[in-house]
C-alpha cells in the first residue's frame, strides 16, 4: 500500500550527537515537508521541498538540515546545534497541483538525554 | 503572514454530546482542510473543503468553510470515545501551509 514511512519511531540521543530522521514516501508526491510538535502545541514547519534537490527553511530550521536527493525521500538530521530537539517530529508530502491535501507519517519521537 | 486561529483550544464533553470548532484566518483562501491527530501519531484527513458555502459530510462529521472564505467550522454529532484526539484546520497560504493551532477534545464516557 502506498503511504509515507517515518523512522525509528523512538530514538533516544546524547547531547551533542546528531541524528537523522528518516522519511520515505511510495506515493509519488512532489512536496515533501518536516513539521515539529512540542506537547500542547501545534505544528510548526523546519524545511520543505518542492521539488528533487530544493529545500526551503521554514519558521524553525535554525539547528536542522535535510537533503533532497530522491523525489522519495527527506531525511531530516537534528544537528548538536539544535538546543531543545525533544519533540515529536512529523513528515508529511502532498501531490502537485492539490491543494494542501497533505500526507502525514506516523511521527518520530526524539528525546534527548 | 497569514493568520489562523482556531478556537476553541480544548473541549471536555460526555458522550453523545454534540462538538463544534472553528478557524477564522486573516486574509481568503479556497481550500480548508480539518485533520484528526490521535495521541503518538501523524494527523489523518478528515474533510477536504473546496466550495465556499457548500456543507460536506463524512458520516458523523459536517464542515463548511464561509461565504466569505475567511473562516471553516467543524461539527462532530454524537460523540464517541474514539473521536478523542486534537483536530487542526490546514489552509494553503502563499507558498506554504498554514495550521490551526488545534482543538484538543476529551470525552467523559
Not at chain 1, 33 to 43: C, E
Not at chain 1, 90 to 105: K, M, Y
Not at chain 2, 12 to 32: A, H, K, R
Not at chain 2, 92 to 100: E, M, P
Request: one cysteine or more.
Amino acid at each position: 500500500d502506498g503511504g509515507i514511512t517515518q523512522s525509528p519511531k523512538y530514538l533516544f540521543r546524547k547531547e551533542g550527537q546528531n541524528v537523522t530522521l528518516s522519511c520515505e514516501q511510495n506515493l509519488n508526491h512532489d512536496a515533501m515537508y518536516w513539521y515539529r510538535q512540542d506537547p500542547g502545541q501545534g505544528l510548526r514547519l523546519i524545511y520543505y521541498s518542492q521539488i528533487v534537490n530544493d529545500f526551503q527553511k521554514g519558521d524553525i530550521a535554525e539547528g536542522y538540515s535535510v537533503s533532497r536527493e530522491k523525489k522519495e525521500s527527506f531525511p531530516l538530521t537534528v544537528t548538536s546545534a539544535q538546543k531543545n530537539p525533544t519533540a515529536f517530529y512529523l513528515c508529511a508530502s502532498r501531490p502537485q497541483g492539490v491543494a494542501g491535501e497533505l500526507f502525514f507519517g506516523e511521527g518520530s519521537r526524539l528525546t534527548v538525554l | 503572514g497569514q493568520q489562523l486561529n482556531q478556537s476553541p483550544q480544548s473541549m471536555f464533553i460526555q458522550e453523545g454530546e454534540d462538538v463544534s470548532m472553528n478557524c477564522t484566518s486573516s486574509s481568503i483562501f479556497n481550500t480548508w482542510l480539518w485533520y484528526k491527530q490521535e495521541p503518538g501519531e501523524g494527523p489523518v484527513l478528515l474533510i477536504a473543503l473546496y466550495k465556499a458555502g457548500e456543507l460536506t459530510s463524512n458520516g458523523r462529521l459536517t464542515a463548511q468553510f464561509g461565504i466569505t472564505r475567511k473562516d471553516s467550522f467543524l461539527n462532530i454529532s454524537a460523540s464517541i470515545p474514539s473521536d478523542v484526539g486534537i483536530y487542526f484546520c490546514l489552509i494553503q497560504g502563499a507558498q506554504k501551509l498554514v495550521f490551526g493551532q488545534g482543538t484538543r477534545l476529551t470525552i467523559n464516557p
